[in-house]
């Protein structure tokens, strides 16, 4: 494995990736019973974007760059807005930017469980090493196509669970359908994430398919493209595919997006919000 997501974190992706998961945990905490996140290709959890990694592709600054001084932010994209602020209090600079672990971990309660997962030994070790003082986090250091199998179901009865493969190998987004099946097939009710980059519109399409072929209840399309879909060669944008979304989401989403749209878009901007499985 050569993916670092050192270099990319921050970017437009992160940014939509991050923002959605603040307002899943936020969602999720209405109600007093507690909850496991899980996180199957956890990273670091935490990043620099002065280091010598973000620093040499300087992704960060199209992505959360803008909108660290943007004067209109939404109200659900503040809760996100505010864990950055927090890690950066000391000087009120932006620099350092935490991944979905650190967010889990930051956002979920006193209750609730952080199960992360990371293959790459040094991502991993170094993970360990982030979270070691917080005792509801566990790290596992394996292959994160096996953790639907391994962690599901979870003692506590709720569980969100993101799969955000580093999609190097052809067959990822089908590893990604597949988990999510095995992941509705172990426990239902489970609030599953799948992040996924928009580049090859032929793979998109039998993403999709497989996608809807899972079994979810209900799964929901969210997409934010920063240039235009037909661009070659880019990243034009990513999306996340999410089954058993909490009530509140598409309506907070819908709200969202067209500002996150216009925000971040590079030569272009667009968004798209539906159903790839309606619920019964």
Not at 85 to 100: A, F, I, V
């Amino acid at each position: 494995m050569n993916y670092r997501h050192a270099f990319h974190a921050g970017n437009h992706a992160d940014v939509l990736k991050h923002i959605v998961l603040t307002r899943l945990i936020a969602l999720m905490s209405r109600k007093e019973q507690p909850f496991a996140y899980i996180d199957t290709h956890a990273g670091l959890g935490l990043y620099d974007l002065q280091g010598d990694q973000a620093t040499r592709t300087g992704e960060w600054i199209e992505g959360i760059g803008r909108l660290w001084d943007a004067e209109d932010v939404p109200a659900m994209a503040q809760g996100y807005l505010d864990v950055l602020r927090h890690m950066n209090r000391k000087t009120g600079e932006l620099r350092y930017y935490p991944g979905s672990p650190e967010l889990a971990r930051r956002l979920t309660r006193e209750q609730d469980r952080v199960l992360l997962n990371e293959k790459h030994p040094e991502d991993g070790a170094l993970l360990k090493d982030n979270m070691k003082y917080d005792k509801r986090v566990a790290v596992h250091l394996g292959e994160g196509w096996h953790v639907p199998r391994a962690l599901l179901p979870v003692q506590e009865k709720r569980a969100v669970m993101l799969i955000d493969p580093p999609f190097e190998q052809l067959d990822e987004m089908k590893r990604c359908s597949v988990a999510l099946k095995e992941t509705i097939g172990r426990m239902r009710q489970t609030v599953a994430a799948i992040w996924y980059p928009i580049k090859d519109q032929r793979a998109l399409k039998r993403f999709y398919q497989e996608l809807a072929e899972t079994g979810a209840p209900k799964l929901l399309r969210v997409e934010l493209l920063v240039h235009p879909v037909d661009t070659p060669n880019t990243l034009t944008g990513s999306g996340l595919a999410i089954a058993n979304p909490p009530w509140g989401l598409e309506e907070e989403l819908r709200e969202l997006l067209p500002w996150l749209a216009k925000t971040l878009a590079q030569t272009g901007g667009d968004w798209r919000l539906d159903w790839l499985i309606a619920e019964a």
